[in-house]
């Protein structure tokens, strides 16, 4: 494990990836629509096909031009692929994988988009078994706090980043494939072990969504929470922003990711703790330092500003 | 106590004010130059005499332009004005109105820009005594993580809420150009009382910056901080963008509504309690719960979205 300054940049896409989507909502139809969009310029025309649980959302996609072809099954809509997108809700991931794995042409890439990983490792060994060597784990830090087709933007992935979580099993070659398909539509690629993503997004996503949710629980349960959010300002706007997710998203991250989750907010209690021993003893110097301490951290970070870290996969 | 929908029109400023900042900070100066340029339209050149601790944040305000004289002392810069404005740290209130009280003409309004109202009353009050009467509290929503003259800005007032907690002894002419002149830098005045102020600032401003600032506590304490950090997305940037903020501003808010904020942070620490209850118990229904619950109210809130209350002078 170390801090590599960069990976080697994977060759770009030399042929026209022949795509299925399964699932398409916001993730999904973002895909597709970037791929297109990166396709385009090399001249090459992109068939889509897509199976969603939600037949409203194929036939909407279909309708938008985000896709070619709807199917009534994951395994009909994979089978002349060569590119798999799973944009599924993470828990849906194991059930999926078992039903397109028979009709998964040998020599196709399967990757998902999950905010998890090891749950998401687990399921696909599960489903696929020696399959799984095709199946390339990937989280790109990219999303809304709505989702949905017609949220769907050619630019959601540009320049964010895609974590890849390789498994012991996948080939150099598909590693290769994954991290040029990534990076056609936008992404920067960061490889990592499954265990060491779920413990680093359980400190920088899954925790503050859990305090921003847990704030709102506290402020809206009281008597005068009307008058207290009529006049909350910029401040309360930014900080509480990621309470808009939905449950349908946050329960499964929460639960496939619980012990990390709660290994963090232990770190956060002993944290708060300090906070207000200093408050209750009345110890400004103590609550000043505090502050200087975590001001200097946030005021020296910036998004994309650090290398990002690099390991091998587990 | 009630929700009015707006409170009466203010006339416009009919006169020119003769102006005195003490303090050249990003506040005062802001509030300088916002004025001046409220007067540009109507013909009127305000002359502005400022005093600040700081020799050289005075200079540069002069070098700026954005004041026009700056004097020694604080009772030298208000001996002329009808309009005085501290934006001094609240924790100097008291001291500042002590040194400037024999010098201040008896019809001028002077106005503080504190984030914290029941101690900036009891400190006009134990400085200025019987000329109290010419003391408005105020409190703009407004600002930034970083402070300073350089940082002054003619528009940072503008479409901001501005709280006024009347004292019983201000008189209603002092009140209505008191809300004039928020309203001429852009500001939408709201009245309440010092108390309600405290309480709903405590719970909508100063816990969200406590729970910022540990947040970012807990993540750089441990061993793989800097991993965590370079991997933090979007929704880290915009939950602790207010843990930038300084000790020297932080420090003084939280003594001085020490009470408040405890009482608050009892109201999260009970709320954080339902969900480590709910992930301790594996109660994925009881996750959903309250990721709707927070969910619905942070939807439905818009900045400036909701009428603000308004009530009773204390």
Same mark, same amino acid.
């Given at each position: ?14 042929? #026209?990836?022949?795509?299925? +989507?399964?699932?398409? @909502? ?7 629509? *970037?791929? /297109? $969009? &990166? ?65 998964? #042409?040998?020599?196709?890439? +399967?990757?998902?988009? @999950? ?7 687990? *399921?696909? /060994? $599960? &489903? ?83 305090? *921003? ?102």
């Amino acid at each position: 494990m170390s801090i590599a300054p960069t990976l080697p940049q994977a060759a770009p896409l030399s042929t #026209p990836p022949r795509l299925a +989507v399964i699932g398409c @909502g916001l993730m999904g139809g973002s895909f597709a629509m *970037a791929l /297109r $969009a &990166a396709c385009k310029p090399r001249g090459w025309t992109l068939h889509i096909s897509a199976h969603s649980r939600s037949r409203a959302s194929g036939e909407r996609a279909l309708e938008l031009g985000i896709v070619d072809e709807v199917h009534p099954s994951a395994a009909q809509a994979v089978r002349d692929a060569d590119l798999v997108l799973l944009a599924v809700p993470v828990t849906a991931t194991e059930a999926t994988l078992r039903e397109l794995g028979p009709a998964l #042409p040998s020599q196709a890439l +399967v990757m998902d988009v @999950g905010s998890t990983k090891r749950d998401v490792v687990v *399921a696909a /060994r $599960a &489903a696929l078994g020696a399959a799984a060597a095709q199946f390339v784990p990937a989280h790109p830090i990219a999303g809304r706090e709505r989702g949905g087709i017609d949220q769907a933007d050619a630019t959601l992935y540009q320049a964010r980043r895609c974590i890849i979580t390789p498994l012991a099993e996948n080939d150099p070659q598909r590693l290769q494939r994954a991290q040029s398909v990534w990076e056609a539509v936008g992404c920067r690629v960061v490889h990592m072990s499954a265990e060491q993503h779920d413990r680093t997004f359980a400190a920088v996503s899954h925790l503050p969504h859990l305090l *921003a949710f847990a704030y709102v629980n506290a402020v809206s349960q009281q008597p005068d929470a009307a008058r207290h959010l009529a006049l909350a300002g910029p401040g309360f706007r930014d900080f509480s922003r990621i309470a808009a997710g939905t449950s349908a998203i946050w329960r499964d991250i929460f639960s496939a990711n619980r012990d990390e989750v709660l290994e963090q907010l232990s770190h956060f209690e002993a944290a708060l703790g300090q906070w207000r021993a200093a408050l209750d003893t009345k110890n400004d110097a103590e609550v000043a330092r505090l502050v200087d301490a975590a001001s200097a951290v946030r005021t020296h970070w910036t998004l994309n500003g650090a290398t990002p870290p690099t390991d091998d996969p587990a």
